[in-house]
Every structure is written in C-alpha cells, then in structure tokens.
C-alpha cells in the first residue's frame, strides 16, 4: 500500500499546499480521503484520476474537505465513455450533500447532455453513509470507519485502510478521543490534521482563536500516536502553514511526545505503508 498526501494544506489559500486531501493506493485501485481544493490537479500528479478512482471517502462535510468535490463528480461524468457512477463513502448527511452538489451543477449537466450526443446520462453517485465497523471488503482491502470529535461540527469519521497486513489511518479533523484511538490503534501510518497550538494562539483573530478547540494540536497527534504504538506520524493540514525552514520545529514538537517516525507532509509526499 501507499499513502500519497495529495492536499496538505488547510481552508485557507496556500500557493505551495493543496486543500485536504490523501490518496491510499491499494491493489484494489487507488481511494481518495476527502476532496479539498485542487484535488484533480494533485490526483494528476499522483497519476489517477477521476475515471480510475475506486470510492471517495469524506471524513467530514466542511468546505475544505469537500470544496472540490463537484469537480470529481463533474469530471468523472463528462470524461468517462460509459455511465460510471461515482462511489461515495461519507458521515450521515453525505447524501444530501451529495444531492445539493447535483442540484448546484443542473445547468452545467443541461450544457454538456445538450451539446454532446454521445453523453446521454446524467452523473450519479453511489452514496453510503457510515458512523462505524467495516465500510468496505473485497477480501484484499478492508476500510473501517470510526466517529471521532469534531463539535461542533457533526457527525465526522475517521478510517483505518487494511491490505497485506498492513494499515493506514486517515483521522480527518478531530480531537483525540475513543474511536481515534480504536482507529490508530497498532497502525502502521497515521495521519493526523493538525494545528500548531502556540502560533496560532499567537495570532490576535477571535474566528482563528475558534479553531483550537476542535483540532488536534501537534502535541495531541503525537499523544495519540503514542498511545496507539503507530510506526509513523504523518501530520497534515497545517495550520498555520510553516514558514519554509520550521518544518523541523513541527516534528521535534511531536516527538517530544513521541518516538516513531514522524512525517511533516507536504503536497505529494509518498510514503509505503
Ligand atoms: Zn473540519
Ligand atoms: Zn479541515
């Protein structure tokens, strides 16, 4: 298996990190952790696509984290030969946020059904909302899903991918709590968005003072790493953004807490799991 940070970056604009997003490339094709913007663009890089995308996977609905979903479900419509719908694994609303995307794009459909003979179907999705246990088996991967905590923002999952024996966990945004750990736990990769609690503590914003309480600090990520015995702690979803050159303040702040590997990422690392 391998784990390609697609996204690093967080909501807010950065010219060196994609929106949140993580590509897992198991023998069963390649699944899609979340769609933040540019994903297309850093899927292209990674060398897949819209049409070879196995199943998109949400940890959580904020706009971040699906800014650029549209642009999947568009592309893989309009690019593909035959009607191929798109499978989506998500928290409970999903569905509906599924629905309002295809309601968003109406005129956009209408266009393209219009204008090409050959395109004679309208995109769809295969929608399934998941709170725990098992969300995929074909025998070769096994991905899992556990609710974690981010209020207030609700209901958020985590996943644990599995494949020779190997697994990776894709947290999403949370605090720690008992289903992350349920999903770290004895993980090869874990994968973890953080916030630097000390900067942005620092930056005199009451919406940016906000976000402490529902992220996981780097000290949090690294506890949470401890406590699982994961192998490697990939931190993700920076915020703020490191200045270049302070990465290795990032790690040395988790491995005060921690003493596997630790991954500051940036858009594309690739990591075998
Ligand atoms: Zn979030
Ligand atoms: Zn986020």
Same mark, same amino acid.
């Given at each position: 298996m391998k784990l390609i940070t697609l996204g690093t970056g967080s909501p807010l604009p950065d010219p060196n990190r994609a929106g949140p997003a993580n590509l897992v490339r198991t023998p069963s094709g390649d699944f899609l952790f979340d769609c933040g913007r540019g994903v297309l663009m850093r899927c292209a890089a990674a060398g897949t696509g819209p049409l070879t995308l196995h199943t998109v996977l949400l940890t959580h609905l904020h706009s971040d984290h699906i800014t650029d979903f549209n642009d999947v479900v568009t592309m893989r419509w309009a690019m593909s030969p035959t009607d191929q719908p798109l499978r989506v694994v998500g928290p409970v609303g999903t569905g509906r946020m599924v629905e309002r995307t295809l309601t968003m794009l109406d005129d956009d459909i209408g266009y393209r059904l219009a204008h090409?003979?050959?395109?004679n179907w309208r995109p769809t999705c295969d929608v399934a909302e998941v709170?725990? @246990?098992?969300?995929?088996?074909d025998g070769t991967v096994r991905i899992m899903a556990e609710p974690t905590d981010h209020a207030p923002v609700h209901p958020t999952v985590g996943y644990r991918v599995e494949a020779e024996g190997r697994a990776v966990v894709i947290?999403?945004?949370?605090?720690?709590c008992a289903g992350l750990d349920r999903l770290a736990a004895g993980a090869d990769v874990y994968v973890q968005t953080v916030i630097r609690k000390s900067l942005v503590e620092a930056i005199p914003s009451p919406r940016l003072q906000d976000i402490i309480g529902y992220h996981s600090s780097v000290e949090d990520a690294a506890g949470t790493a401890a406590r699982a015995g994961v192998s490697t702690l990939v931190l993700t979803?920076?915020?703020?953004?490191?200045?270049? @050159?302070?990465e290795d303040e990032w790690a040395d702040e988790a491995r005060a807490h921690f003493r596997g590997g630790v991954v500051v990422a940036r858009d594309l690392d690739e990591l075998e799991v």
């Open positions: 090409h003979d050959d395109l709170s725990e @246990g098992v969300v995929f088996d947290a999403g945004d949370t605090v720690p979803h920076l915020v703020p953004a490191p200045w270049p @050159g302070t």
